[in-house]
T-cell receptor, first 112, second 111 residues
């Protein structure tokens, strides 16, 4: 489990501020993902990346930006945070198609 | 894109009985179906997965069945124990490699 980490673990920010959530994995997995988890909605995919410099939208990408300049890092930025973005955010990685996806410990974000 | 429906949203079973959670998917090209367990305050963790070239897979008290024709798959937990209480998520891998999750089933094991 120490192979994928997220920071910060908890964050409180104000509406309109920019905030970046970090994700780092040490396995050199090709694929990385960002999900948000809200009660009643399960895990919804925000963005994913199949390799460095390749990113694609998921189910709920609006209001978020990602980048992947290095294989091991996949930061998620909320350009102008809104209250509706209050959620628990999980980063995940996997080595390839049809393989297990490993989740990070999550970041609990509160937008006031 | 893929749509994964999961039922029921909540399930209560007596300790020692069996639990069944069912999921359907929409993309006929999907060929990988994992199941995750999430305990309160923790990250989701894989408990079993199945690829489309098999119809059933078993690991001790947990089994998964897949019907590709009907586009549905199910999780079966036998001889349930208190530690099985958690939220369970089914998922399906789309043709473009992203994994889409169902909304989850909260399983309560009653003493």
């Amino acid at each position: 489990d120490a192979g994928i980490t997220q920071s910060p673990r908890y964050k409180i920010t104000e509406t309109g501020r920019q905030v970046t959530l970090m994700c780092h994995q040490t396995w050199s997995h090709s694929y990385m993902f960002w999900y948000r988890q809200d009660l009643g909605h399960g895990l919804r995919l925000i963005y994913y990346s199949a390799a460095a410099d390749i990113t694609d939208k998921g189910e709920v990408p609006d209001g978020y930006v990602v980048s992947r300049s290095k294989t091991e890092n996949f930061p998620l930025t909320l350009e102008s945070a809104t209250r509706s973005q209050t959620s628990v955010y999980f980063c995940a990685s996997r080595p390839g198609q049809r393989y297990e996806q490993y989740f990070g410990p999550g970041t609990r974000l509160t937008v006031t | 894109g893929e749509n994964v429906e999961q039922h029921p949203s909540t399930l209560s079973v007596q300790e020692g009985d069996s639990a069944v959670i069912k999921c359907t998917y929409s993309d006929s090209a999907s060929n990988y179906f994992p199941w995750y367990k999430q305990e309160l305050g923790k990250r989701p963790q894989l408990i079993i997965d199945i690829r489309s070239n098999v119809g059933e897979k078993k690991d001790q008290r947990i089994a998964v069945t897949l019907n590709k024709t009907a586009k549905h798959f199910s999780l079966h937990i036998t001889e349930t124990q208190p530690e099985d209480s958690a939220v369970y998520f089914c998922a399906a891998e789309e043709r473009d490699d992203k994994i889409i999750f169902g909304k989850g089933t909260r399983l309560h094991i009653l003493p």
